[in-house]
């Protein structure tokens, strides 16, 4: 594994979700997102890509607005980098890959159902009768 | 079925024979019984005695659900569904000794900041012999969880702790069964209203006792002591079979076979370990959760400390469900269900979080916060 570039992923999924690091490392999906995005890109964009999001973040210095700025400018658009930065949001939200879920756990650790205040119809049951209730939240 | 099974539920092997002599004092606590009774000191004892109960039963219940949650999802088939089945009857201890405190008319108190032990602890009313941590699934944790559960006879002892929860469930029984005497019956209030019943309780096992008068009391401890308690020593009779597919094992007998990596065959002795068929058992298909990770170990408002600090609001907005639950509002108890599941996947997230030292991961810490 290239940790360099692992750990620039998962920077990255930070600023590309709108959920912390400590968020995303807490649905154990960081591993198999790494993997499913290293395995179904071309090595060399993939490379310039990751390297791409690590000048980012370096250069900006934690500027958040700035980090943002420039993710929206230079990783988001369809020409950048055959759209790496939509299929990993895509992949965090929906824990689909394409149309394809990707595992039993992407499906169950999709972040749309955490927004949504929803669950995973199937897993994750939330008890009998939750649904006449708000989503708790602390 | 013979003395060796429960009359609530004659599956459940029972360990103390319904007519053998209840000996099991204690010199310390002796005093009570010889002395001329005073129902109110008595009925004082019990209130104090019962919510201690209660702190008790939940006390055992952090700690069985760190073993559980550490365990990695598809694995552990055996060991998953046996802690979990566990636990679920532990937390039915807990609403049916809140169910005899409210049926004598006293006031459970489970959202107190004494309430909630700070691990690693020894068990309320319980010696020292042993101290629970939250900690990971592993064979030191299940020998733990075989010690909670251990036996409920022991010889004269000094002291005020008890030697085992089963023994302590004695004392009060003792007390309940002399009060209800010498009150004629009237420290029974009857009143349905604070009870929690089977209605509010579901997708459970074990029966959840409503208490109205001392036969449903005593029939509750029964419950209680019978599913935990492991081995009676004075059990002798080697033609009595007790395993099998149709028994229910006490919990020290399920630990047991987690901890030795095999199922008991109804031929086996209780003082025996387990010599049936082997069950998968996996140490290493576990998330390495800290030993009795606190919040104080991070700096306040660094991410993981406010995952800490999420889980335990909402473990306290739990205890707070069940608290109303417990004085008056029974049907609360529904909701309560819905912060236990989320309860656990935020328990699972902090699994599945790194936590300092290289390696390690955090984990529930089971504190009470504002």
Partial sequence: MNTNNHATFLTISAYLTGFSETDLLGTGMVDPYYAAIRDNNDPEVLGYFYQEAATILADSHGDEAEINEAIAARLIPDSCYNGIAKTIILLWYTGNYGNDVLSTDSYKEALVWNVAGAHPPGAKQPGYGSWALPPFSV | ?370
């Fill in chain 2, 1 to 370: 079925m013979s003395k060796f099974f429960q009359k609530n539920n004659p599956k459940r092997q029972r360990f103390v024979p319904e007519d053998k002599p209840d000996k099991s004092l204690l010199k310390g606590r002796a005093m009570a019984d010889t002395a001329p009774p005073d129902p109110e000191e008595i009925k004082k004892r019990l209130l104090e005695n019962l919510q201690q109960a209660i702190k008790l039963e939940h006390s055992t219940i952090p700690p069985y659900l760190c073993a559980l949650y550490s365990i990695k999802d598809g694995t552990n088939e055996f060991a998953v569904n046996t802690i979990r089945s566990i636990v679920v009857e532990e937390m039915l201890h807990m609403v049916m000794a809140a169910n005899i405190l409210n049926a004598i008319g006293g006031k459970p108190a489970i959202n107190t900041k004494d309430f909630i032990p700070g691990y690693p602890t020894k068990l309320p009313m319980i010696d020292e012999s042993f101290i629970v941590n939250l900690e990971k699934f592993s064979k030191a944790s299940v020998d733990i969880f075989l010690q909670i559960e251990k036996s409920a006879e022991h010889p004269e002892h000094d002291g005020d702790d008890y030697h085992s929860i089963g023994e302590f469930y004695m004392a009060v029984r003792r007390d309940l069964i002399k009060l209800n005497e010498l009150t004629n019956g009237e420290i029974f209030k009857g009143e349905r209203q604070p009870q929690v019943t089977s209605e509010q309780y579901y997708g459970s096992g074990g029966k959840l006792i409503a208490v109205y008068k001392l036969e449903d009391a005593l029939e509750a401890i029964d419950e209680i002591v019978g599913q935990g308690e492991g081995i009676d020593n004075t059990i002798d009779d080697p033609d009595q079979e007790m395993f099998g597919e149709d028994i229910e094992y006490a919990h020290y007998f399920r630990f047991n076979e987690i901890y030795h990596g095999q199922k008991y065959k109804p031929t086996d002795s209780v003082h025996d370990d387990p010599s049936g068929p082997p069950v998968n058992v996996d140490w290493d298909a576990v998330y390495n959760m800290q030993l009795n990770p606190k919040m104080s170990d991070l700096p306040e408002g660094s991410p993981v400390w406010q995952k800490m600090y999420d889980f335990n609001k909402t473990y306290m907005a739990l205890l707070n469900n069940i608290h109303d639950a417990c004085n008056g509002q029974p049907s609360l108890l529904i909701t309560g269900v819905g912060l236990m599941y989320d309860l656990k996947y935020k328990a699972i997230e902090l699994m599945k979080t790194p936590f300092g030292e290289e390696g390690l991961m955090a984990g529930p810490s089971f504190e009470y916060v504002q």
